[in-house]
């Protein structure tokens, strides 16, 4: 097992824009390795835990990747209720946007359910949102044009048909 080593503290801006330069590369694990080394060093730096986030979440269409609850959980850890709530909405937007590409039985349900979070987080940040900030009412209408225009997303019944019925 190896021991990771401490990036120094003086390094961490040019590492932040090598893991938003990763990010843009398509590699998201190697900006989400970036991050975490980040965050080793400053706990606190959110401008990393938002990087983070944003590289977890470019993960979701791949087979493996990180649980969208588990990513919820690292939005929760930022220190303003607009970010926790705007980021919060990103995690779960991606996390319905990946489901989309999925099959299987359920899959379109849990992609409304994730939307609707998105929404209902996106309608938070845009209350706490400084004026003329107008990024969550931005998402929120991109969720509800993708709801509005895919007829077959939608909430799961309340009680569904078992197999026995």
Partial sequence: MFELKKLHPGAIEKALQKADRYRLLNEPADAESICRDILAVEPGNAPARMA???SLTDQFVRDGGP????????????????????????VCERAGRALLGRSGFGVLYGAYEWFRRAMDRFEEAERLAAPGD????????TCARLLNTRRDLEPEPASAPTLLE
């Fill in 67 to 90: 649980d969208p609850e588990q990513v919820l959980r690292e939005s929760d850890g930022l220190g303003t209720a607009y970010d926790r709530a705007y980021y919060g909405g990103i």
């Fill in 52 to 54: 983070l986030i944003l």
């Fill in 134 to 141: 107008a990024s969550a009412l931005l998402r929120w209408n």
